[in-house]
């Protein structure tokens, strides 16, 4: 009994010394950082000079200041402001005071009282216009607080008659940033008269409209545009001033007065206004694009871009003023016409009577000043016809902008305007020209080129430049023509435009494709010609080598697919050449259906599942495919490899048959094959095997958790259009792969310190996933990532060992995750045109020179080509080459499509015989990037090692090239 009574006193005394021992690490120690307010107190203090303040303050003002410390800081510097006389010092002690007020975490209104006393006693105008900046940033900082805002209003009104333009200005800047946009100006009480009570703001700025200084005029225009920006409605009556504005002697006022006139002519376009000496009323927005077209001849060039850009957004405007802006011709005097009884009547009013003996003795005596009595400013007759032909390319590139605009919105101005844009396309510079083809396409279905226009249009094909000659062949892909000459001179230009520029030929053969679908009834009379066929002779067969041969056959096929008469005129060689080039060039020859030859040729064939109900089946049988695959509840259920694998087979050939759904699918047998390879590597019998025996087996196990790692990353950012479900998905694979490569590595090498830093750094990937995918967690129901973020307060407290255990059974009863698709998905793809690898003639160049290969690409679904397209070269000898393409290599033809056209440089030592070099392109990722998630600070958290992951992924098939570095001479 004495025994175990010491053995309890001794286990109760064992208890009381480790208390305190466990309990000494729980000190917490506080560290303190220097003030900053004392610091620049001493600094200040120490200042000798004015200059030796200044260059502190300089100082202090490059270094960060935290929330905490920005209050002190600022007494500390209104401290020095009142003592201070040198004007330079106080200039910057007010900047300072705006910088301080930004900082993250602080609230100004603490300040507002001390800033606004400041004004009181100071003198300079350049300190007194700083110190206003000062308010607007600190007023732009309260935006929650009226009582604030009301009162630095109040004080910008009180310094509007200031004398300098620099207070003005920066009042009239506060007034149109913090103006109340409801409720009156200010009260009878704090305001300095009876007036500030009724007048809202808007009157107030109008009335420095005409202000004696230019720079003033300018900021009041530009705190009414800011008040329309932040939604107050401006008034009507401001319209008139803002015109009288338009003939301003200073640039900045006219350019801000146009952008006046536009808002106002947006917010009352049928308000009726008065024409100025005369009885006559238009509407508003009429007014203002007669007076807007009147700046397009300003002198100001940039004016006059404005005034352009300006008038294109102008699409509720009438279309016979519309119209006049392409007729340089004043319209019949710009007034209105009395009739013959009208004039009449006024004469048997007066009175009067003609007698005949004056020859027109009874004519109108009105007398008429155009100036005054015009419907539209005379300036606004021709004032695209001027901006086309400005001296300035930026004007004339807006003026072909907002005539796309405004040609876009009415068919019949589309018409009108198609002569002055086809004359745009001989500007002698090649920007306007580029973009007046562009202009033309997207106005393409409301015109049809003549034969005269035609003509114009295709000698642009003679340009040297490789995207203008693109751009053309894509505006006559679009582009409806009204004879069967206008065919025969397009293809004949073609063809010669192939013979001059080879290169061209794919962009050729695409455009004779759209050409000839388009026109099949104007291509039929041509058949006979372009096939060289006759009546009673055979022709010979011509050569299916020719690039021109292929381009006529190919605008003919696409032709017959809407005119069935056209196939009795082929030859039996046509024929043959129709097989040939249906299997070779699938994307530029349609399936055609040729009556009794289906058995012969195999030329009867049936559309491969275009229409909108094939669709339907494809996603219904994509969606059917996705819900067989969700009835496997774990990865270990019998039957689940062979499910997945067929289904993977189905998805991979919906992906070939149903080009609308390939991305979709894709992505679907990506992530399916995800699984399948985690479902093989957990085999039952993988893992009942002891560790010596398992080392064979167990290199399976680890290429496909690698491959697993791969795939996730292609899921990531080989596609676009995911969603933020989609994501969570492919982040949920990757954990799975994450944490079947630290059970493996726990059985290969059990280091124990390797072993601890791998299992913190998977406990911190865990963290990061729920972070960063808080919202998606309740759709991951009976997931891995569910069962481990229940199991993690044991995860984090337990030995590696058990860590390891806890994740080996976790894995493998984890179920699969059913995947939900977006609307649409895209798979990032790209198709490299030149070079082909088609030819048999090696390169040949002198061993340790460079030789340039030309790349010509078509990118499909990137979202940020110039920075994650590279382009990769593969040596026989095992050496390979990534190249970085230059930004300007990039040209985006369409949506989500773009072009690379870059030239590679090929160096190497001396060859005994010719090698093929392997060239594809490759898209960078790396998954620090915040823009799929949309993250803003959720970065800053992940671990180091999961933001430094950076990889490529090559996404088009390899081009095979031979080239011969030849020895160099002695």
Known sequence: MAAHLKKRVYEEFSKVVQVPHEEAPAKKLRLSKPSKSAALHVDLCKASSSTDALQYLLTFSRKPVEAESVEGVVRILLEHYYKETDNSVRLKIASLLGLLSKTPGFTPDCIVDDAINTLGSEKSHQVLAQLLDTLLVIGSQLPESPAVRLRLIEVAYKNLSDSSFGVRTKCLQLLGCLGLLEAPLGKDSDGPGPSLAVRDVQSIISDYFGDQDPRVRTAALKAMLHLHERGMKIHQIIYDQACRLLSDDYEQVRSAAVQMVWVLSQLYPESIVPIPSSNEEIRLVDDAFGKISHMVSDGSWMVRVQAAKTLGSMLQVSPHFLEQTLDKKLMSDLRRKRTAHERAKELFASGEFSSGRKWADDAPKEKLDTNTVNLIASGACGAFVHGLEDEMFEVRIAAVEALCQLARASPSFAEKCLDFLVDMFNDEIEEVRLQSIHVLRQISTHITLREDQLDTVLAVLEDSSRDIREALHELLCFTNVSTKECIQLALLELLKNLNKYPTDRNSVWKCLKFLGSRHPTLVLPLVPELLSTHPYFDTPEPDMDDPAYIAVLVLVFNAATSCPTMPALFSDHTFRHYAYLRDSLSHLVPPLRLPGRKQVYGLDSVDCGSGSSSVESAQLFLQQSLNRVSTIQNLEAAGAPELLDLTIRDLQRLGELQTELAGAADFCATFLRCQLLLLKALQEKLWNISVPLILKQNVTATAAAQQILD????????????????????????????????????????????????????????????????????????????????????????????????????????????????????????????????????????????????????????????????????????????????????????????????????????????????????????????????????????????????????????????????????
């Open 711 to 970: 795939e996730s990353y292609k899921l990531e950012f080989l596609y676009s259009g995911l969603e933020n479900r989609q994501l969570a998905t492919i982040h949920h694979v990757r954990l799975q792969a994450k944490a079947l490569q630290l059970i493996l590595r726990a059985r290969t090498r059990p280091g124990l310190d390797s072993l601890i830093s791998s299992c913190e750094k998977f406990l911190q990937d865990i963290e990061s996933f729920q972070r960063l995918f808080l919202t998606e967690l309740p759709h991951l129901q009976d997931s891995f990532v569910e069962k481990l973020l229940e199991l993690l307060p044991r995860l984090s407290s337990c030995k590696p060992v058990e860590v390891v255990k806890i994740l080996q059974t976790t894995l493998r009863q984890s179920g699969l995750l059913q995947l939900r698709l977006p609307e649409q998905i895209h798979r990032a793809t790209a198709t490299i045109i030149e070079p082909t690898g088609e030819s048999d003639n090696p390169l040949r160049f002198t061993s340790g020179l460079v030789v340039a290969l030309d790349i010509d690409a078509t990118l499909e679904h990137i979202q940020d080509p110039q920075n994650s397209v590279k382009v990769q070269v593969l040596y026989p000898d095992g050496q390979s080459h990534v190249i970085h393409p230059k930004p300007a290599d990039f040209r985006k033809p369409g949506p989500d499509r773009h072009r690379l056209i870059t030239q590679v440089y090929l160096s190497h030592t001396a060859w005994t015989e010719p090698s093929q070099i392997e060239v594809r392109l490759l898209l960078a990722y790396s998954s620090s990037c915040s823009s799929r998630l949309g993250w803003t600070d959720a970065m800053d958290g992940l671990p180091p090692a999961e933001g430094a992951v950076e990889g490529t992924i090559p996404f088009s098939k390899p081009v095979k090239v031979f080239i011969m570095p030849k020895p160099a001479r002695r």
